[in-house]
């Protein structure tokens, strides 16, 4: 499968690597609206074709899928862009910057009959099986409450302290430790409780956010853009507890017992970026004439982003251009 990369950046990079090392897809194409910068990553990464727009690209038949690697404040405007040129879509998280967004990304996307999924690549790993099956082998028995921490030092890079730019801790970061819970918990959730702290921008900074299930079941998630932190998911249970090393992309995933001591441990299998199980997926659920990945229904990302305008709501944070 011909994919076309949409933007030069670091992301994009990693997509590049990614394809690289994949014979199912290859790096046909990219588009950076600075040609110097585009034909440096075709070069770095042995890209076929180099754009110096992306309707360029767009208007080139052999794009079989788009991946999207610009900011998420770009996403809405950028994925409308693909579905005029009926491209098939992978596009970054978070995959809008708010519900209305997606919700018209995904009409849109359907009326015109194309394929787009969010790339929310936690959701594809294999590692979210793994962390399955320990679960429901009962080895921790029954389970009871996790917690999720996401943080990196990011405080200076000017996308993120930019309201104009769908900037904050929660759209970049949170978004991750939401995934988490859903994916290990589910949607059942009774309640969500939260707070946060924000930059004198007025995005957030770091923020805590509980959810508290239907059957009594909670997740704690914390997620900051001022520390860097040990990225663990905790998975508690009535004979011990899973800890699962950097929910961003699984390393390890480790049992212990009402002993604190280890008694299984879950080997990560060997992955090129780990961004190569959502192109495969995407690819499989293209090959199927699917119009969405099962990994990543369109119903999930709708509800993570009603859920992620909720909570700025609460934290009275609106972007510029929402108002």
């Given at each position: 499968?011909?994919?076309?990369?949409?933007?030069?950046?670091?992301?994009?990079?990693?997509?590049?690597?990614?394809?690289?090392?994949?014979?199912?897809?290859?790096?046909?194409?990219?588009?950076?609206?600075?040609?110097?910068?585009?034909?440096?990553?075709?070069?770095?990464?042995?890209?076929?074709?180099?754009?110096?727009?992306?309707?360029?690209?767009?208007?080139?038949?052999?794009?079989?899928?788009?991946?999207?690697?610009?900011?998420?404040?770009?996403?809405?405007?950028?994925?409308?862009?693909?579905?005029?040129?009926?491209?098939?879509?992978?596009?970054?998280?978070?995959?809008?910057?708010?519900?209305?967004?997606?919700?018209?990304?995904?009409?849109?996307?359907?009326?015109?009959?194309?394929?787009?999924?969010?790339?929310?690549?936690?959701?594809?790993?294999?590692?979210?099986?793994?962390?399955?099956?320990?679960?429901?082998?009962?080895?921790?028995?029954?389970?009871?409450?996790?917690?999720?921490?996401?943080?990196?030092?990011?405080?200076?890079?000017?996308?993120?302290?930019?309201?104009?730019?769908?900037?904050?801790?929660?759209?970049?970061?949170?978004?991750?430790?939401i995934n988490f819970a859903r994916m290990v918990f589910g949607e059942d959730i009774r309640e969500v409780s939260?707070?946060?702290?924000?930059?004198?921008?007025?995005?957030?900074?770091?923020?805590?956010?509980?959810?508290?299930?239907?059957?009594?079941?909670?997740?704690?998630?914390?997620?900051?853009?001022?520390?860097?932190?040990?990225?663990?998911?905790?998975?508690?249970?009535?004979?011990?507890?899973?800890?699962?090393?950097?929910?961003?992309?699984?390393?390890?995933?480790?049992?212990?017992?009402?002993?604190?001591?280890?008694?299984?441990?879950?080997?990560?299998?060997?992955?090129?970026?780990?961004?190569?199980?959502?192109?495969?997926?995407a690819r499989r659920a293209i090959l199927a004439g699917e119009k969405e990945c099962p990994e990543m229904p369109?119903?999930?990302?709708?509800?993570?982003?009603?859920?992620?305008?909720?909570?700025r709501a609460s934290w009275g944070i609106v972007y510029p251009f929402e108002r």
């Amino acid at each position: 499968m011909k994919v076309g990369i949409l933007g030069a950046g670091k992301i994009a990079a990693w997509m590049g690597k990614t394809l690289a090392g994949l014979e199912e897809a290859s790096a046909y194409a990219v588009a950076s609206r600075d040609l110097e910068r585009g034909k440096a990553f075709a070069e770095k990464f042995g890209v076929t074709k180099v754009y110096g727009s992306y309707e360029e690209m767009l208007e080139d038949k052999e794009v079989e899928l788009v991946y999207v690697a610009t900011p998420h404040s770009h996403h809405y405007e950028h994925m409308k862009l693909c579905i005029e040129y009926g491209k098939n879509i992978l596009c970054e998280k978070a995959f809008t910057a708010n519900e209305k967004q997606a919700r018209e990304i995904f009409a849109l996307a359907e009326a015109r009959g194309v394929f787009v999924t969010e790339a929310m690549w936690i959701r594809y790993m294999p590692s979210r099986q793994l962390i399955r099956e320990a679960i429901e082998s009962g080895i921790i028995g029954e389970v009871t409450s996790l917690t999720a921490n996401l943080g990196y030092e990011l405080r200076n890079i000017p996308r993120l302290k930019e309201p104009a730019l769908a900037g904050g801790a929660l759209l970049d970061l949170g978004v991750y430790t939401i995934n988490f819970a859903r994916m290990v918990f589910g949607e059942d959730i009774r309640e969500v409780s939260s707070a946060c702290v924000k930059l004198d921008s007025g995005v957030d900074s770091q923020h805590m956010i509980t959810f508290t299930y239907e059957d009594g079941k909670m997740a704690v998630l914390n997620a900051t853009m001022l520390a860097q932190t040990d990225r663990r998911g905790i998975i508690n249970g009535t004979k011990g507890y899973i800890q699962v090393e950097n929910i961003n992309n699984p390393e390890q995933i480790l049992v212990y017992d009402l002993d604190r001591r280890l008694v299984k441990s879950y080997d990560i299998p060997a992955q090129i970026t780990g961004y190569e199980y959502e192109v495969l997926a995407a690819r499989r659920a293209i090959l199927a004439g699917e119009k969405e990945c099962p990994e990543m229904p369109h119903r999930e990302t709708l509800c993570i982003m009603e859920m992620m305008d909720k909570l700025r709501a609460s934290w009275g944070i609106v972007y510029p251009f929402e108002r």
